[in-house]
């Protein structure tokens, strides 16, 4: 299943990086309205996208860690 990751908002779209680092645009109503840049998303049988909570929150520990160790926290 492919993951997309919230890249940023423009308009009427949510632009989104996918696994292979390639940019997809995705019409704003196909995903759940407390989205926010960052957020995992995976697309459902009907075409729509749902959060991925638990990738999400690997993907921002894994952030975390990675500042933390360049900032020697």
Do not use: H, W
Not at 19 to 47: F, H, M, R, T
């Amino acid at each position: 299943m492919k993951k997309f990751i919230i890249d940023r908002f423009e308009g009427p779209y949510v632009i989104c990086e996918i696994e292979d680092q390639s940019i997809v645009k995705i019409p704003k109503y196909k995903i759940p309205l407390n989205c926010k840049e960052g957020d995992c998303l995976v697309q459902d049988a009907e075409g729509m996208y749902q959060q991925d909570i638990d990738a999400t929150a690997a993907a921002e520990k894994r952030i975390n860690n990675k500042m933390n160790r360049l900032f020697d926290k």
